[in-house]
């Protein structure tokens, strides 16, 4: 049986379910959050929430790399690209709105926007034109900046500069923890970003906030296998860190990639859409790539912008506030066609996901 296939096997999801309502309260509800746009296509594709008890919640946090990319940068985009300057960006970025309008906006009005699959994409294009300029609009998570950090590094051409408006994961959980109101019992940790960073960033969630926390991959028993390990935790009084995706993610993570983050960006405050500024939680260019600043070399730099538009609770599902379900304006005026909010656009957009799995929830497992 293929790896796939083994990890997507019913019988045994069940089994795992079972172990589950076994260990759920009767009564006070335990609240869990993944902080990861793929944990919440396999958990609402294979309708694993139908399997969890009722006392068992499993919520949404800020996974998507594009949902929470502030209006502010999106405008910063906009009007570089209104400048002439041609602007490369992946595909999922095109229609995230900025305040007034997205990048796809700009290109219907004549600017050079164009769609690239790497930061190596944008380095080529740049050097088959060398009399135009060329801004690479970099965002996501530790998963995307050391392929940004690695043409950083290599040769440049002069024509391209960088737009750079990664995050970092830990900040955003650690906020989360930090909301009361979150009343959060555990962590899904993303197997993507831990494949990069290791275990040891997320060691603080479980000493110094007593939250449970597991890495876990991104099939259907890999989920569920996370929410059992983080209700046994409970049950036994001892939160800890587990890594459930050992056959992917090391303790040490990928030092290879941290080493060339580490050379090319140091840590800033932050804006994320729906979160507001969170400390140390955005990769910016170190001082001796500064030349490479699409900021400063192009006199662009917006400090505030409209996060969310009228209706729009962007800002309350980004931090799993509100299901998509409880807006007035999904599937309504809002959708995957047609979007009006963030997480309506990217393929890991919480809105999107819903939108696209609602009618099949319940069919997989
Ligand atoms: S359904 Fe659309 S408008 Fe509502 S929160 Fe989601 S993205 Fe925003």
């Excluded at 993944?34 to 294979?46: D, P």
């Excluded at 690479?136 to 960088?162: D, K, M």
């Excluded at 989360?176 to 959060?184: G, H, K, T, Y």
Aim: aromatic share 6%.
């Amino acid at each position: 049986m293929d790896e796939k296939r083994r990890f997507r096997n019913p019988d045994l999801a069940r089994r795992i379910a079972e172990k589950i309502s076994k260990l759920a309260p009767r009564e006070k509800p335990v609240k869990i959050c993944h902080v990861c746009g793929t944990h919440e296509w396999t958990i609402t594709h294979f309708g694993i929430r139908n399997l969890l008890p009722q006392t068992v919640e499993v919520i949404a946090g800020p996974g998507c790399p594009v949902c929470i990319v502030p209006a502010s940068e999106i405008d910063e985009a906009v009007k570089i690209a209104e400048k002439g300057i041609t602007v490369t960006c992946f595909g999922d970025m095109l229609r995230v709105p900025g305040s007034t309008m997205s990048l796809l906006d700009a290109k219907a009005n004549g600017a050079d926007v164009r769609v690239v699959y790497s930061a190596g994409d944008a380095v080529k294009m740049a050097e088959k034109s060398p009399d135009r300029e060329f801004v690479f609009f970099a965002i996501g998570f530790e998963t995307t900046a050391p392929s940004t950090a690695v043409e950083i590094l290599g040769n440049l051409p002069r024509n391209l500069s960088f737009l750079v408006s990664h995050r970092v994961i830990p900040p955003a959980m650690k906020l989360l923890a930090e909301m009361r109101d979150l009343n959060l019992n555990g962590f899904i940790a993303p197997g993507h970003v831990s494949t990069v960073i290791g275990l040891v960033p997320y060691e603080v969630f479980p000493q110094d906030y007593g939250l449970p926390t597991v890495v876990a991959g991104f099939e259907p028993l890999d989920v569920l296998f996370g929410v059992y390990a983080i209700l046994k935790q409970i049950h036994e009084g001892r939160p800890r860190l587990e890594n459930e995706y050992s056959r992917v993610v090391r303790r040490e993570g990928n030092v290879k990639a941290q080493k060339l983050m580490k050379q090319v960006f140091s840590m800033a405050d932050g804006k994320w859409r729906g979160l507001g500024t969170i400390a140390s939680s955005k990769l910016a260019l170190r001082e001796e790539y500064a030349v490479y600043d699409a900021h400063t070399r192009h006199g662009v730099c917006i400090a505030e912008g409209v996060d969310s538009h009228s209706g729009c609770m962007c800002h309350l599902i980004i931090i799993g506030k509100s299901k998509p379900n409880e807006c007035p304006l999904f599937l309504k005026a809002c959708r995957p066609e047609k979007p009006v909010g963030a997480c309506m656009v990217g393929i890991e957009g919480t809105c999107r996901i819903w939108a696209k799995t609602i009618n099949r929830q319940s069919h997989v497992l």
